[in-house]
């Protein structure tokens, strides 16, 4: 389980996606206001970082006229974190293969004597559901995160195993299939056949080729498609979404049976955009990983549901802001 030392005070909690950024603002037991979302609508590189600022100024101005003073800034991003540098690589924010977010926050904050901490939306999420959420009573544990991407946060004997480049969890480029095709080079062949985007992606593809209840969703045009339109067309049986998603089952089952077998965890827990709705798949999930994981490491583990919901970065960002020097 995460301990923490966490102090009295007030910090704000940010969690940056692929189509959003949210914001609150948290003391050490709870969430202290209502999350704050913008849209990223398609903006890239020093767009983006503009949205951040704003959210934090717009949280800081409320934790203000509530007379509370802030003094840390947790964030969540969706890649990698390089604590060296302190620059931020994520790969579905163009603009961001090496973006200075730690030196826009701090000088937007200078002179406030608040503390700036970033880490990666995985590492965030297991901190998150280990401070509140479903891995409460955990020392391993698994956040495997389903969204625009897929990441990992992995607990190991109560502490969050992050390689030793900042890079572990990246489980998107997990190889679950073959013969190699260039598609997997971006975003790995995990992440290209069972994120958001690549369910999206396999849906253009059967619009294109003919026919299908996914037009009754209202996505007549197959370039604008989303993964949340699949499951309402799944819902009325056609066809083409029945099968997007039962792939999708095989390759999350493989996955997870991956992880069950490397690190004997407790639970998988899943959470991100798409659980969601796929949480009714778990059951299914599990069945799948059955067929492939260490058989015995398999009875042990659980497969659950986010305990903290889509909010579970959002906890891991205040956890980070609310302890400096956390023991993990």
């Not at 095989?250 to 069950?260: H, Q």
């Not at 042990?300 to 956890?319: E, H, I």
Request: aromatic share 8%.
């Amino acid at each position: 389980m995460i301990t923490t030392i966490m102090k009295d005070h007030t910090v704000i909690a940010i969690d940056l996606g692929g189509t959003k950024v949210s914001g609150a603002i948290f003391d050490r037991q709870s969430m202290l206001s209502s999350r704050e979302v913008l849209m990223l609508e398609n903006q890239t590189g020093k767009d983006v970082g503009a949205l951040v600022l704003e959210l934090i100024r717009k949280l800081r101005e409320q934790a203000n006229r509530r007379g509370l003073t802030v003094s840390g800034v947790g964030v969540a991003v969706p890649g990698i974190y390089h604590a060296d540098s302190r620059t931020v690589w994520a790969p579905n924010i163009p603009g961001w293969e090496d973006y200075p977010l730690y030196e826009e926050i701090a000088s937007g904050v200078k002179g406030a004597d608040i503390t700036v901490k970033i880490d990666s939306d995985r590492a965030c999420c297991i901190m998150g559901e280990a401070w509140k959420g479903a891995a409460q009573d955990c020392r391993y544990a698994i956040f495997l995160a389903v969204g625009t991407g897929i990441g990992a946060g992995i607990m190991v004997d109560g502490m969050v195993l992050r390689g030793a480049h900042d890079i572990a969890g990246a489980v998107g480029w997990m190889a679950l299939d073959r013969p190699w095709t260039g598609d997997y080079m971006s975003c790995g062949c995990f992440e290209y056949h069972a994120s958001g985007n690549g369910m999206a992606e396999r849906a253009k593809n059967s619009l294109k080729e003919k026919e299908s209840a996914f037009i009754d969703t209202g996505s007549n045009d197959p370039e604008k498609i989303v993964a949340g339109e699949i499951f309402k067309a799944y819902s009325t049986g056609d066809p083409h979404a029945v099968a997007i998603i039962n792939n999708c089952i095989e390759f999350w089952g493989m996955a997870c049976a991956n992880l069950v077998s490397i690190f004997n965890p407790e639970k998988i827990i899943f959470g991100g955009g798409v659980f969601g709705p796929a949480v009714q798949f778990l059951g299914n999930i599990y069945e799948e990983a059955r067929k492939w994981a260490q058989p015995v490491s398999i009875q042990k583990v659980t497969f659950t549901a986010a305990g903290l919901g889509q909010d579970a970065g959002l906890y891991g960002a205040a956890c980070l802001a609310l302890d400096h020097n956390p023991t993990l």
